[in-house]
């Protein structure tokens, strides 16, 4: 395991991370036992950064109980540095930090926090807001008690306000989403660089957009590996590829399968002494220009703009979307595989509630979305793009049909 000092406590850092928010659960309810086999094997092979939110999982701290059991029952504790995030869109006074904090404590079953982060900031006034309310006091109280270890935020917002807010606190770390597509987006690069040159640790999520950068390609992408020459696997181009920016403390994979894990392991083993070559930078770049053009949406799966008042299931329709761009030829009878899907999960064969025509406007998904997607809009484009306007007429008779059917 690769290590990196995180500048201002002088923590040894594991290069590779713990991202816990897509652990394995039924109906919300976490695999424990699974989850724990996970845990143990990334920690007894040198992760020791492991990270969670009181939004994970139900929206009030069910992934971070679940955590805190698992590590309580390992006895795991003094292993590892466990970092959790505040719902600050939920904060509407210093009271109410101080009794989510509490909650968060409890459910993690610890005494401290050894990195906080304020969540999902997208703007320098969802930051000017919480200090109003007290948010510094806040942050002294619990740094002083020895709560909270240090202090950051992770965020989503441009350029510019992640400048801006670099100067209301000493900040001791930043998460930031960064990948080979998303490396001009939000803070980007220059605000690695920014955080890096103030001493901060530099957390980054999303390392493989969603999964986006780790599973099938498109055959326009996969004729491009194939014939690079690397004998890198995609998951290895795309975490190499933030390894080498040194500026970097840690990245954060959202692991849910041992073999997942061995995986990401094993590349960050290896990856000392072993950076992309200049014909692996170069074949990156070939590989981002075409995903960009191909991938329509950029939803990362999140789930944080969940649930719909209309039980839209927001990031699978997305994603069904996206792959009929970017697997156009995966068809049947001349139809595309995801407008299968589509028609049948409308009519109910799936159980999923996938029907995009269901959406009534309602915008209370776009607040909560990281990526700043104009939900609603997007969600017309793909009843409009799936429904066209010779399937829409007959999808009500077929309902019908099928309710007698099923
Ligand atoms: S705007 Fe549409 S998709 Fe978003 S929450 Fe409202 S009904 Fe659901
Ligand atoms: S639409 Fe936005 S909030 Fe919803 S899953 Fe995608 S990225 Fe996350």
Redesign the pocket.
Known sequence: MEYRISPKSGDKISLLGFGAMRLKSDKGNIDLDLASEQLKYAIDNGVNYIDTAYLYGNGSGSNEKALGEIIENLNYRDKIYISTKMNRMVIRSRKDMEVMFNNQLDNLRTSYIDYYFLHNIISYEDVTYLIDLGLLDFIEDKKTRGQIVNMGFSFHGSFDDFQKILDLYDWDMTLLQYNYLDSNIQAGIEGIKLANSRDMAVIIMEPLKGGLLAGSMPDEVQELIDNSGSSRSNVDLALSWIFDTEEITCVLSGMNSLDMIKENIDIVSNHVGNPLNAEEVELIKEIREVLLHLNKIS????????PCPRDIN??DI?KLYNDKYLFPENRTFGVNHTFITYVGNILGFTGKAHDASLCVDCGL?TS????Q?D?PKLIRQVDKDYHGKFVRPFIPLLKKIMKYVL
Request: aromatic share 12%; hydrophobic share 30%.
């Open positions: 939803c990362t799966s999140c789930n944080y703009c969940m927001i990031p997305f998904c909560k979305c990281p990526q997607l939900i």
